[in-house]
């Protein structure tokens, strides 16, 4: 173990001297800082409501809301649900049979989106003089979904930038022609594969824990946050040895960085935009279902028994990308 130990403490000197890995390391850090700020612009956006189509021929409700923003029109109820718990806020209104009023949220929607409604409805009653009542029905969710979403994007990218450092730390090795020199020196292969691995595995751990208390998402299971990192982490050592087996100098490993940021980009779109039948396409990107286990983490809707099961998806599908590039990757290191 301390041959194991000098490699990462030399990793981690060298990426700290270079500008380039240390913003790798800081960025995910930067960017939840800056996600942060915006936040609050996201939510304070132009009012949206939706209404069932037997509550946009009432003319008078209608014309009322539409005053104050913008109104879409849906055929039934359960079209008007799923709009609602979509990612922006937007509150529902509808007409029951009983000729009350009902607004429909999700519960976690901005301070605006819950009052407004019910002043328009107190407004638009008072004017008409209707013996009406109306209720608030919340869907149960508390969590805002675009603080949600960015949060596990952005642990999605810690885990590829952190792949990216033993990427070029590898490259670095390489083009100092010191991988050659291993064969005659006794360190195992086993120890420089972990030693070099350790800082795409402990540095996660770190940020991960950072972004979620920036984000003020500290409310999360701690234990589920630490195992699915962990579980992750093996995608994030297999996404460092693809930069370094593909990369020549450290221009190619940027360029090949970029397109391993693409199953990224795709995964987190699969999941948020393909309805649950079509996501079988993404099956197949380790982080999807690295997304679904923070996602759901930050939900607060994760068990264990679901973190087993994304786990094995994912190291099932990573174990079988490095049996793909095993051959490419001893003649590359080895």
């Known amino acids: 173990m301390r041959r194991v130990w000098m490699i990462f403490r030399r990793d981690l000197s060298s990426s700290i001297r270079e ?5 790798m390391m800081a960025a995910p850090i930067i960017l939840a800082i800056i996600f942060k700020m915006f936040i609050p612009s996201a939510n304070s956006a132009a009012l949206q409501f939706a209404v069932d189509a037997e509550t946009a021929k009432d003319m008078g409700i209608y014309k009322t809301i539409s005053q104050y923003g913008s109104v879409e029109v849906y055929q039934d109820f359960q079209d008007l649900e799923k709009r609602v718990r979509g990612t922006d806020d937007i509150a529902g209104i509808i007409k029951a049979q009983n000729g009350s009023y009902q607004i429909v949220l999700e519960g976690n929607e901005s301070h605006d989106t819950k009052v407004i409604p019910e002043m328009i409805l107190r407004d638009y009653l008072s004017k008409e003089a209707l013996a009406m009542t109306f209720s608030i029905r919340d869907l149960g969710y ?5 603080a949600r979403v960015g949060a596990a994007s952005l642990i999605l990218t810690t885990l590829i930038l952190a792949g990216a450092v033993i990427g070029f730390n590898m490259i670095e090795e390489k083009e100092g022609k010191t991988l050659s020199a291993l064969s005659v020196t006794p360190m195992r292969r086993w120890e420089f594969i972990l030693g070099k691995s350790m800082i795409g595995i402990l540095l996660p751990l770190v940020i991960v824990y950072v972004i979620l208390w920036l984000l003020d998402m500290w409310y999360v299971d701690k234990a589920m946050v630490f195992a699915m990192t962990l579980i992750s982490s093996g995608l994030t050592v297999m ?3 693809l930069i370094s087996v ?3 100098n450290q221009i190619s490993g940027i360029a090949n960085m970029k397109i391993l940021l693409l199953p ?5 779109i699969g999941a948020l935009m393909l309805s649950p039948s079509q996501q079988v396409f993404v099956y197949w990107l380790p982080t999807y279902w690295s997304f679904l286990g923070f996602d759901g983490i930050i939900r607060n809707t994760m068990t264990w028994g679901q973190i087993g099961y994304y786990g094995l998806w994912i190291l099932g599908l990573t174990f079988g990308m490095f049996l793909l590039l095993r051959n490419r990757i001893k003649k590359s290191f080895i």
């Open 239 to 241: 996404m460092g040895f």
């Open 19 to 23: 500008f380039l890995l240390l913003y």
């Open 246 to 248: 593909f990369s020549s």
């Open 264 to 268: 990224l980009s795709a995964s987190v």
């Open 142 to 146: 508390t969590q805002s979904p675009i």
